[in-house]
Nanobody, 127 residues
Framework: QVQLVESGGGLVQAGGSLRLSCAAS????????MGWFRQAPGTEREFVAA????????DYAGSVKGRFAISRDNAQNTVYLQMNSLKPEDTAVYYC????????????????????WGQGTQVTVSS
């Protein structure tokens, strides 16, 4: 089992940047594919980005591709989401998620494939 704690959210003007962090407990962080999802008020939770166990494979939602970057540090049990060129439509609660996968290269993009979730961190982008 793994526990996840997000940090780094806040209020930023459009065009600005934020870096979210997700710290994981436990000694098996490298066993998990990690993902970031977000949920705006009145909408369903949506996929943002994911990274494989090895960190070698990543995937992004089309709406953030080229602006966001996911990375991980397995030695620090942490996954990051660097968000650049932020837009008001990026405003949401951002959640970190983990899924135990056998392959070093698997990327998961569906929320129902993730077993563990953090509590979320609010990101607000003003226009």
């Amino acid at each position: 089992q793994v526990q996840l704690v997000e940090s780094g959210g806040g209020l930023v003007q459009a065009g600005g940047s934020l870096r979210l962090s997700c710290a994981a407990s436990g000694r098996t962080f490298s066993s998990y594919c990690m993902g970031w999802f977000r949920q705006a008020p009145g909408t369903e939770r949506e996929f943002v980005a994911a990274i494989s166990r090895s960190g070698g494979n990543t995937d992004y939602a089309g709406s953030v591709k080229g602006r966001f970057a996911i990375s991980r540090d397995n030695a620090q049990n942490t996954v990051y989401l660097q968000m650049n060129s932020l837009k008001p439509e990026d405003t949401a609660v951002y959640y970190c998620a983990a899924s135990n996968t056998h392959s070093y290269y698997t990327i998961l993009t569906a929320s129902n494939t993730y077993a563990y979730w953090g509590q979320g961190t609010q990101v607000t982008v003003s226009s």
